[in-house]
Structure formats: C-alpha cells, structure tokens
C-alpha cells in the first residue's frame, strides 16, 4: 500500500514537471515592442532602436514575438534562449521543421524533450554554437555578453577581424578565444560599447540587450510563421468601402500590402489602432500589426475630409473642440451682483439667437465661470477660456474667467461703454469659444463677430450672424 | 461588552487619524495632480490645456501706452532686448497680490478671494537683457525676466493662444508691463499681439536709424504700426504730444 501511494506521488510529480515543462516550452506571442524602453538594464552597450531600420519588419516580428519570456525582460539570456534567437532570425522556419537534426549525444545536456532541442540542434549542427570541454551545452546557463558576441558571427559574419578594440578601457577582459568575434562585432558595428567605453564582456546578457543585439546583425530572406488563425484582424473604414476581414495564416507574410478601402471625397490616411473618439491611438505599422496581441482585433481607418465648401471660415475659425451638447451648463463660482448681471446678459443672448446653443446655471456643472480682478501678466487681456477635458473634436470641460479689473479700465476709457456691456460681451465671447468658435483675428471679419478682439465689446454682446453661421454648421 | 467598548474605541481611532489625515494635509498647489488630475494619466500621455484669451485690441501705440498706466499698478517698459535663454515652471502670477506692499496699489473693487481661484500652470520665463531704454526705469545691460502663459512641464501642456513666440538671440523691441510694487517682478508683455516688434535687421542703434522705418511686428495679424520716429518721441517723452 505504501508503494503504491509513493508510486502515485512520483507520478504526479512527474506530471507535474512536465507540464511546468510544456508550459515553459510555448513560446509567447505577445511583446509590445514600446515597452522595451522602460526595463532597466545594467548598462547600455546596445542602445535601443538605432538601427531599427535595418531590418526588415519581418525580421522584427519574429524576434519580438518569440523572445522567451518577454515579460522578464530585465532578466538574463540563457544559453538556450540565444540559440533559439539566433535560429529564429537566421532561419525561422528551422523550428518548425519536421527534420530536425539529431544531435542526441553530442551535448550530456540537451535532451529531445527539451523546449530548446530544435534550436540547439539546428545552430549545433550549423556549426554557431559549441559545447565546452565537457560535451556540456549548459542551456539554462546565463550567456555572457563575449558568448553572444562569438555565436552570432560564427552564423551571420565568420570573416576574420583585426579590428583594434583599443579603444575600450576593459578590452583586455575578453577571454582569449572571443577576441576574434569581438573584433569582427565591433567592425561591424554590432557592438558600440557603453558611453563609458566599456565592452563589460563578461557581463551576463540581459534579454533587453539580447534583443536589441539582434536587431543589429542583418536578416536577409526571414518569412514569418505563425500557427494557424493566431489573430484575426477586423478593418474598420467607419463608412469608407468595406474591406474584408483579412485573418493571418499559417506561412503568410507580416508584408502583405494592408488592405486600402475608399470613401468619396475623403483622402484615405492610414490604420490606426483607436477610431480616434476617446484616444488618439496609434498608427498600425507591420510592427505594431505582429506586436499589438492575440485574438481578435479592430483597427480603424484615418480619413482626412476635406473642409466643406459650405462650411462657414473657410475652415480656419474653428476651435478643434466643440461643447458635447448644444445645451451647455455652468456653475458659477462665487459671485453674484452686476458680473453675474452681465453672465445672464450673455447666456440670454446666446439663448435667444438662431443658434441651437442654450447656457443654463447647473449646481453639477463641470464648467466653471469665475470672475477674478485682473490678469496680473497682461491688463490688456479681460477674460480667458480654457479647455481642461476633451475627446476628439468633444470638449467635455471648460473653465471662462473675466476679469473684473481689466473690464472697469477698459469702460472707462471710453465715455459710451457700460462695465456690464463689456463684461457681458467677454462673457458671450468666452461662451463662443466653448461652443466651438476660435479668435477672429482682427479685420478678417469686419466687426460683425463676437469671436474678433477688435469689436466694439459695448454693442456686441453676443454672436453675431456670422457666429451663428458658424456654430450651426458645427451643431448640424 | 469589553469587546464591543474596545471596537469602540478602536472606531474612534480610525476617525480620529482620517480626519487629522485630511484637515492636516494642506493642497500642494503647485502639484499639477491637484490642478489638472494628471493623477489619470499613462506614462507617456500628455494632458494638453489651451486657454484662449480675450484681449483689447488697440487703435494706437498711444492708446495701449495709456491703457496701462491709468490702471494705477503696472509699471511699463519699452525696451530693446535681445532674448538669452528659456525655461519653463509652474507659476501662479495672481501670487503678487498678496504681498503687503500691494495693498496701497489696489482699489476698493480688488476682492482678494478672487485672486485665490487663480492656479498654477506652466509659464514660458525668457531672460532678457536689455540694450535699450526708451521707456522705463531699467537700464541698458539690466537682465529681465519676462514670463507668459505657455510651456510643458512633464505630461501638462499649455498651449495659450496670446503667447508671443521668442526665439533665443532675437533682437526686439517690448512693451513690458510688471506690477508697481514688485520691482523684480517677471514681466509680462502687454496685450501679446501688439507689444513685441523685431528691430530691423541692419542694427545699430536707435538714433543710426532713418525715423520713417517701421518695425516689423512679431504678430502678422497686429495693425498697429511703430516706427523708429515713434521709439524716439517715447524715449524723449513727447510721444503722443
């Protein structure tokens, strides 16, 4: 009975192993390239980005999307992970080879089971990596920065170097077998070394710097293979012509031309990653395309639409946002008495024009009128507005400030204003801008708009048919 | 009955450390999470502000030069700078109010709880030095602050349509206006678009120039004109006379 109860237990045990095994063994497939940046790493031998253009998007894919563990990125590269990066960006279709090489033998640890076999195999049997005297590979041993160097110019660039590495203070640390490797990285321009002038050869390789060396040595000829139906893309044209769902099959490309849809009268500008309502998102590039996931995902066509001929301005007075709702609401901030006096004047004045536009006091307001004595920066200014919260082209929250001192000197040089008139003009301005309507600048309009600072703040107290053209065209 | 007396008192407690937590712990005010609600923000997010300014347009140099000095605390300056260098802090300009010496300078209207609604935000701070005067109490060689509404700092953006665009090296003529009793004070630049003009090109100074040419505004949009002529009548005090 006792047998048989360790029995089950070993088995379990075992069970378990290799499922924590298998588990290790699947290859991610998500890693956000942007997030690179913002893991440390112990110095900065490769700096990031750099040459991003030297290789192909193809090539980033992989990379990026098989790196082992990617959410560790501050950790180190194994032995085992750099074998498989380097098959990986030399001949990524190696891994999924049906004929992989039998090296059973040649390394004690290495075994067929083993996540890392195929990799190990096709780079043993191509002759980039070597085992040490022992007939070990040690494959979970962390590589160091001098190891990494020798593999990858033994598979991309075995020519010979005589490369001076005198211009590195700790180039007399690099074991004597990978001066060679080193010499030819260097020539290349793998390797850059720290603005210190360190090579730190005997530094562990974090995975950071792993990727980032590998984005440095050329991948000519490298397809992308991903399992079958990994991610399904959806195209959104949001009222251009429909495009179909394009789904990612086993052995196809990163480099498939992006499917292009048309709308009449509007220039088709690219796919970004939000519709651009409630964040601006992202452009889709191949990389953000191979990077952004798993499952399934929308992105959405950018359009650029011409300003329409009827639209009033010429399209140049309008604010980029507009108040959500035609009915706007305010909630005054401490005061009472004639400001408030002029407040009522200008919302009256919005309200009772051709305009849908109605201003009403609401305790819940997020939009704030406040009066304050003067901006001490500039007497000449008498009121300002400021947009705090917005989406797209939707203000959400505003603030309108005038300011009281200012107005006063301002009626008083002029016999004929009246401190309400100008203060109810400010207010009505203000009030424009929060329902879309930018500085007119002066001259450009006659006098005929509450938006122009040159107006004659004493007759205009609120929009004008000019205005009013404007913000129905917005409120359409 | 022990215990209900004991979670009593541990009750008590709790209440006793929140409520010293939240009336201790005074708002910093230049903490942009208080002002803005960055707090909400990703990493790599910027929260863009715009403030849009209504200003008084003027009919003539003449005008704007009086507009300021009737208001019985600016002081202002017409001077030819050249623009050394920029930075950008949070600054609350409404802050001068409150210093003792200003009260003599404010009417019975100033409502001193007004000045408390004012906040925080970027400001742009140009240092200046001054190679000319042709109006003010500063001397040529003096270094000034001048200060506007505009500038990042972190993920807080202000974009402020009055702000006036210097450029490090720029050589031009200001209209600077500064609170009477705060003689350091940062300057500002009265009503933007009619106060910075470039001074021609040919340099030199004031007197080697003809007084019919005209300086070009640093705002296109601006339709006042000022002159050489006109700088000299304001630095001789008979300009508008």
Known sequence: ?476 | MRKLLFAIVIFALFSLVACADSSSTPMDPVNPDNIFGTEDLAEDEVLTISVHADEIVFDSIEEMLHFVEISGIFRIEVVRVEILDERTEWHNPALVFQHEEALPYLSSYHDPALDDLENFKPYTFHRIQVLEVFKGEVEAGDILEVTQMGGQIDNVRLESTSFVPLSVGDDLVLFLTSPLWIPASPRGIIGSTQAAYRFPASGGELMALSADVALESVNPTNELTLTIGDLRQIADGTFGR
């Open chain 1, 1 to 476: 009975m006792q047998n048989t109860t360790k029995t089950t237990t070993r088995k379990l045990l075992v069970m378990f192993l290799c499922l924590v095994l298998t588990i290790s063994a699947i290859p991610p497939l998500h890693f956000p390239a942007q997030a690179i940046s913002e893991y440390p790493h112990d110095d900065y031998v490769f700096s990031f980005y750099e040459d991003w253009d030297m290789f192909d998007a193809n090539g980033l894919a992989v990379l990026e999307a098989q790196m082992i563990e990617p959410l560790n990125l501050s950790g180190y590269t194994t032995r085992g992970e750099a074998a498989a990066l380097l098959v990986l960006a030399r001949e990524p279709g190696l891994l999924t080879s049906p004929n992989t090489p039998n090296i059973v033998g040649r390394f004690s640890d290495v075994r067929p089971q083993d996540w890392f076999y195929p990799a190990v195999a096709w780079a043993a049997s191509r002759g980039w990596v070597q085992g040490d005297d022992l007939g070990r590979f040690r494959p979970n041993d962390r590589i160091t920065r001098e190891e990494f160097v020798a593999i990858v110019v033994r598979a991309v660039d075995p020519r010979p170097s005589n490369w001076p590495l005198t211009a590195f203070r700790d180039a007399n640390q690099i074991t004597p077998w990978a001066i060679p490797y080193m010499r030819r990285a260097v020539e290349n321009r793998w390797i850059i070394g720290t603005p210190e002038g360190l090579l730190n050869p005997r530094h562990f390789f974090l995975r950071v710097d792993a990727l980032t060396f590998a984005r440095r040595f050329p991948t000519p000829g490298v397809t992308v293979n991903f399992p079958t139906n990994i991610r399904t893309i959806t195209w959104n044209a949001s009222g251009g012509s429909s495009v179909t769902a394009w789904q990612r099959l086993a052995g196809s490309v990163i480099g498939n031309p992006m499917p292009n849809p048309t709308w009449s009268g509007r220039t088709f500008r690219g796919w970004n990653t939000t519709d651009g309502r409630t964040a601006r998102g992202v452009a889709v590039t191949a990389s953000t395309f191979i990077s952004s996931g798993t499952g399934a995902v929308t992105y959405f066509a950018r359009w650029h639409e011409p300003y329409p001929s009827d639209a009033p301005h010429n399209g140049r007075r309008h604010m980029r946002q507009w108040y959500r709702s035609s009915a706007v609401t305010l909630r005054r901030v401490y005061f009472e008495g004639a400001w408030r006096d002029s407040l009522d004047d200008a919302m009256r004045n919005w309200g009772n024009s051709a305009t849908p536009i109605t201003v009403s006091f609401t305790a819940t307001s997020n939009n704030i009128a406040q009066i304050g004595n003067r901006y001490i920066n500039d007497p000449a200014v008498l009121g300002h507005f400021e947009r705090q919260a917005y989406s797209g082209t939707t203000l959400n929250r505003f603030i309108i400030r005038i300011y009281t001192m200012s107005i006063l000197n301002h009626a008083e040089a002029r016999p004929e204003r009246q401190v309400r008139n100008v203060a109810a003009s400010v207010w009505a301005h203000e009030i424009g801008h929060a329902v879309g309507l930018a500085d007119n600048p002066s001259g450009a309009t006659g006098n005929n708009s509450l938006m122009r600072s040159g107006r004659d703040r004493n007759a205009i107290r609120g929009p004008q048919p000019f205005d009013q053209q404007s913000v129905n065209w917005l409120y359409r």
